[in-house]
């Protein structure tokens, strides 16, 4: 799946879990507007930290030069692309770092409890997702974005940032969700481990597209990544995105979307 395609299912994921929009939240996490904007972001952000393990992968370019060596360390360590970065072990590591990163919080007298952890990391999953999406031209740009919704986590958010491990893990499996629908798939849970089918399988219809001939499992809804039939389902979540954000602006700003609705 293309960048811009995990970021948005990141984003929607977020939005499906945590709006209170009739009809299309699933009530999992509920949340005040402000942190389903701002979980939105950090949510799509954080479906484009698998790609990490890509040399030309957003992220890659988020910093000259210090982004492509980040990208290819971390590529080196887990294999290359598509392998450690995108397993079960890979989402075990990122939910424990997320959740210590939740816990660091420094206690003031002026305002509180501020969480300087999830407000670093915000600053560059929101740069990341914006720019992901092209809402902004260059990555200044972007990363001014990310501050200004890293001040928002810090001021702003939630009083309890248990939100913030949720955002990390849903953004992150969402984006393996999205590779096993291609034709590429995924190494499985059992990485490093990667058992290759015996010849035969490879042989039989259908399921020979499931388990592929080196050892990845796939269900290739949407084919080969950048297929029309991603593209179209990257659409459909785009618009859905537009709504439950305009939806949580409202309501953010203190109006019922449903009354202002029923007055047309």
Known sequence: MMGVNHATSGAAVWI???TAMPYAATGMFPLEATGVLVGAAVCAGAALLPDADHHSATISQSVPVLGRMLTGFI?????GHRQGAHSLL??????VAAYVLG???????????LAPGPAIATVALVAFAVKAREL??????????????GVLVVFFAPESFD????AIVLGYVTHLAGDFLTSAGLPGALWPWVPKPPRFWRRLPIVSAIWLPNGYFALPLLGDAGSAREKLLGTALAVYCTIGIGYEVLRG????????????
């Open 253 to 264: 700003f203190g109006y019922d979307p449903a009354q202002l609705l029923a007055g047309f």
């Open 136 to 149: 902004v031209p260059s990555w200044p740009l972007a990363w001014l974005v990310g501050l200004v919704a």
């Open 90 to 95: 890979a989402v075990i590591v990122v939910a």
């Open 103 to 113: 816990q660091f919080t420094v206690a003031t007298e002026w305002v509180g409890e």
């Open 163 to 166: 939100w913030f491990p949720l």
């Open 16 to 18: 499906a879990a945590t």
């Open 75 to 79: 590529g080196e360590v887990t294999g």
